[in-house]
């Protein structure tokens, strides 16, 4: 029987899947339709669709990735509610992954710390940074664009910093005339990159969409990295 993993993305445009063989490391299936709007029509049948595609089935399923936030309040919450109805069904573990080290992780190895940005509007951007081979630096945060210099500073020395994400363009500007590299100034997961970020972590607690700027969230604790607001908090996370 094969043994897979199946990724989920619907944090932004893209309503994604992919499955990662977890005996070869290979990748084999993936669907990334860009969709705009509407995850929840489109994404048990993009699923299905990679499934059927790898010629696999729900039972091959041995564990499940899902992109939390930052990103859109109603994608992440399709996506989210249905890798934890998954994992629960199927009686397997289910894995949060944020869209930042998502986005920074086709880029991790090129040499330098990888701040990723993501444009959260109304003053402030959403930004962690991670070190040149992939460690957590400095966990999600919400802040205004001048803390980046802050953000930065204790970390990445004199070394030029790699931007991706939607507010790379506003970082570099803001960073100036410190050396920083734009890699992507797009908000797109690659779903091979979540699954593989995914596929070596142990479980723990299920996946839940992560809140920067809700009212009541919480700040981010030094062992979790990231913070979870209620999952009843009606916000916007973009």
Known sequence: MTSVLLAIDTAFERCSAGLLDLRSG?????????????????????????LESASTG??????????????SFTGLRVGVSAARGLALALGVPAIGVTTLEA???PHVGCGK?????????????????????GALLEAPRALPPQALRAFVAGFAG??????????????????HPRASEVLTDEARVD???????????EPGVPPRPLY???????????????????????????
């Open 113 to 133: 710390p990888i701040l990723s940005v993501l444009d959260a509007q109304r003053g402030e951007v959403y930004a962690a940074l991670f070190s040149a081979d």
């Open 103 to 105: 986005l920074a992780a």
């Open 158 to 175: 004199d070394r030029t910093i790699g931007l991706v994400g939607t507010g790379a363009a506003i970082a570099k500007a803001v960073l």
């Open 26 to 50: 290979v990748i084999v299936g993936r669907a990334e339709p860009e969709i705009g709007k509407g995850h929840a029509e489109r994404l048990m049948g993009v699923v299905d669709a990679v």
């Open 191 to 201: 779903i091979a990159a979540l699954a593989r970020l995914a596929a070596g972590r």
């Open 58 to 71: 729900y039972e091959d399923i041995a564990k499940l990735a899902v992109t939390v936030g930052p990103g």
């Open 212 to 238: 920067l700027r809700a009212a009541d969230a919480k700040p981010a604790s030094a062992t979790a990295g990231v913070a979870f607001g209620s999952e009843s908090t009606p916000q916007l996370l973009l």
